[in-house]
């Protein structure tokens, strides 16, 4: 957490930034079209729409959300992370990387300090079927509050 520092060796031509305001069409997009895939998401129906769009939104509010963009244009999103540095956990809420730059340590990079923490805390689960990150990680969707 805070004081520590995770080295992460990114590809060539990729740079770590802030998200900024015209990064949130895309963030939000990307968000809400990962999760409307789930079982819970068909589930809810158009509850899903409007309640998830409002909880993404407030969590971008709040959190601190990182990019990963070429280098050359840094519009160009490759991934981004939604993460909140809180006790006793830094929490990540979501972190996506495109399919083309996955496995190149972005997503590590995108979580930032917060990689080096003893436990990391997440949210979000994109498909019910997925295990999530191993330990040091748990899954605990009561930290979306």
Same mark, same amino acid.
């Given at each position: 957490m805070?004081?520590?520092v &995770?080295?992460?060796?990114?590809?060539?031509?990729?740079?770590?930034? #802030?998200?900024?305001g015209? $990064?949130?069409?895309?963030?939000v997009?990307?968000?809400?079209?990962?999760?409307?895939m789930? &079982?819970?998401?068909r #589930?809810?129906g158009?509850?899903f729409q409007? %309640?998830?769009?409002?909880l =993404?939104?407030?969590?971008l509010?709040?959190c #601190?959300?990182? =990019?990963? /963009?070429? &280098? %050359? $244009?840094s519009s &160009?999103i490759?991934?981004?992370?939604? /993460? %909140?540095e809180?006790?006793?956990a *830094? =929490? /990540?809420?979501y972190c996506?990387?495109?399919k #083309?730059?996955?496995?190149?340590g972005i997503?590590?990079?995108?979580?930032?300090?917060a990689?080096?923490?003893?436990?990391? %805390?997440?949210?979000?689960? !994109?498909?019910? $079927?997925?295990r999530? !990150?191993?330990? *040091?990680?748990?899954?605990n !969707?009561?930290r979306?509050?």
């Amino acid at each position: 957490m805070r004081g520590k520092v &995770a080295v992460v060796s990114l590809p060539a031509g990729v740079m770590i930034r #802030e998200a900024r305001g015209d $990064d949130l069409a895309y963030i939000v997009h990307t968000w809400m079209k990962n999760f409307a895939m789930t &079982a819970w998401a068909r #589930e809810a129906g158009p509850l899903f729409q409007t %309640e998830h769009r409002a909880l =993404v939104k407030r969590l971008l509010g709040r959190c #601190e959300t990182r =990019v990963a /963009v070429s &280098a %050359e $244009d840094s519009s &160009a999103i490759l991934g981004f992370c939604c /993460v %909140e540095e809180s006790l006793p956990a *830094p =929490v /990540v809420h979501y972190c996506y990387v495109r399919k #083309e730059a996955r496995r190149s340590g972005i997503a590590r990079a995108l979580i930032g300090s917060a990689a080096s923490a003893p436990l990391i %805390e997440y949210t979000s689960k !994109p498909s019910m $079927d997925w295990r999530g !990150p191993k330990h *040091p990680w748990v899954f605990n !969707p009561y930290r979306l509050a």
